[in-house]
């Protein structure tokens, strides 16, 4: 009875003995507890309403719409104003978040002297605009220019009014 309860007692201090080296030398969870930061929930990072019953609203980007731009009679110059500016800001934030996107800008003009002179000054005319849009920060490479001269009047070229009109770039975004 005696080598029986002795081999009990071998075997049962050999279990405890090679179940603790495996548990906590092997697989290591007998080491203390790593403690870790939690978000606290207050009143202020609560959702106040629920949230799994109602439709998530995706924001959709929008394009900004053309924008015209006119020229006097014979001239280049391009000066910058807050609705230009305002623009600007649409646009350059909407290539910022697209990056296929491309700034178009199309110089035209009116009737008035010859085909090459006045394809040369629409494209002078849609060149002042880009070099505009580039000091605020646009890419060159996110910018196309391109000069239609008289060949696409927005209105007739027989009255002042109607070549004014004529007389313009127009910028899309593609």
């Not at 495996?22 to 309403?49: D, K, Q, W």
């Not at 002042?160 to 770039?169: D, E, F, L, S, V």
């Amino acid at each position: 009875m005696k080598i029986l309860i002795a081999g009990f007692l071998a075997l049962l201090g050999w279990g405890a003995l090679s179940t603790h080296f495996y548990v906590c030398e092997i697989r290591g969870f007998c080491h203390e507890p790593v403690p870790s930061l939690t978000n606290v929930v207050t009143p202020e990072t609560m959702i106040a309403h629920d949230s799994l019953n109602k439709p998530v609203a995706v924001e959709k980007e929008t394009i900004p719409q053309s924008m015209l731009i006119y020229f006097a009679f014979d001239k280049s110059e391009f000066n910058s104003g807050t609705i230009t500016d305002k623009y600007l800001n649409e646009s350059k934030k909407f290539l910022d978040q697209n990056q296929m996107a491309k700034l178009t800008l199309t110089g035209h003009t009116d009737a008035v002297g010859s085909d090459e002179y006045n394809q040369a000054l629409g494209l002078r005319r849609a060149q002042s605009v880009q070099l505009y849009f580039e000091s605020r920060g646009v890419a060159a490479n996110r910018i196309i220019v391109d000069s239609k001269g008289p060949k696409e009047p927005a209105d007739k070229n027989n009255t002042t009014t109607g070549r004014a009109k004529n007389r313009r770039t127009v910028i899309t975004i593609k």
